[in-house]
């Protein structure tokens, strides 16, 4: 059984080295992430998991992260200014962060929480099996459980991301965020 779960934010990025000029450049978009997840197993209630404890075990926070913030590589010459451009909410991710890195991460990530936080809702063997991330109205990138067996793509390196302090202040709590820094580390992702 699949279900789906949709986040939403407005964030702004830039793509250094994009075809468009228009993408290179800071700009923002309305993203929508849709996070698929599997089972073969209902949880008591007969649900693959209760879409509030998806919400509760870290989902809710690491998808509101990337609210009213700004993105940047850490190898953009606009990181060292991420502070200054928006200082309470902004991420440097050590890729380039287009939106077929940003469902691998968030695919990645999710798995992370899924395999280290506790079942809220007695879910069993839930697994991420992909993550949609809309940039546009017309275009989004997929990343599936079938791309980790030929993924060429850089890492992720979760732990290694630079998050503001007041996107922290805004999470429910930090649980979670050690858990999946934690696993990024061991697994080398």
Partial sequence: MLIRKLFKAEMAHMVPG???????????HSYKFELFLESDKLNPAGMVADFQAIK????????????????????????R??????????????????????????FLVGQAIIKTCRPLSGEEKVE???VI??????????????DLKKDKFPPVS???????????????????????CQFFQKKSL
């Fill in 18 to 28: 994009a075809y468009t000029r228009r993408c290179h450049y800071l700009h923002g």
């Fill in 56 to 79: 509760d075990m870290g989902f809710n926070d690491f998808f509101d992260s990337f609210d009213h913030a700004v993105m940047l590589w850490n190898k953009s010459p606009l990181a």
């Fill in 81 to 106: 200014l991420s502070g200054k451009l928006n200082p309470r909410r902004h991420l440097v991710v050590p890729f380039n962060p287009t939106a077929e890195m940003i469902a691998k991460s968030c």
């Fill in 128 to 130: 991420v099996e992909r």
């Fill in 133 to 146: 991330v809309h940039e546009t109205e017309t275009g989004y990138a997929v990343f599936r459980s079938a």
């Fill in 158 to 180: 979760f732990h290694k991301w630079e998050i503001s302090d007041g996107i922290k202040a805004d999470w429910k709590g930090e649980t979670w965020y050690k858990k999946v």
